[in-house]
Nanobody, 122 residues
Framework: VQLQASGGGLVQAGGSLRLSCAAS????????MGWFRQAPGKEREFVAV???????DYDDSVKGRFTISRDNAKNTVYLQMNSLQPEDTALYYCTGRRSNRFSYSPGDYDYWGQGTLVTVSS
């Protein structure tokens, strides 16, 4: 499965962006899908995760601001990001796991997109 992320860009603090991640394989609908991010000089960190049925979870730092969703018919997962802050600046990766169990560790995921850069200016 190949994952293609898009939607990153430069936005002012308080603004919004929507990231998309398109999967190349229809088996995508069976996978747990997630978003991670990595800021310069920092470890890759969990952002959000969603099950095939739409159940989701978030890191505390983005709860109430970010929303993960998926359209299984389009093999696409989204990350709506509102009230963006400079500390949200990072390379955002979409990822997929051949499981129906959530994981918050990047090492547990099987597929990764190429990353899309989000830059939030103050």
């Amino acid at each position: 499965v190949q994952l293609q992320a898009s939607g990153g860009g430069l936005v002012q603090a308080g603004g919004s962006l929507r990231l998309s991640c398109a999967a190349s394989d229809c088996t995508f609908s069976r996978y747990v899908m997630g978003w991670f991010r990595q800021a310069p000089g920092k470890e890759r960190e969990f952002v959000a995760v969603i099950s095939w049925s739409g159940y989701s979870d978030y890191d505390d730092s983005v709860k109430g601001r970010f929303t993960i969703s998926r359209d299984n018919a389009k093999n696409t997962v989204y990350l709506q990001m509102n009230s963006l802050q400079p500390e949200d600046t990072a390379l955002y990766y979409c990822t997929g796991r051949r499981s129906n169990r959530f994981s918050y560790s990047p090492g547990d995921y099987d597929y990764w997109g190429q990353g899309t850069l989000v830059t939030v200016s103050s």
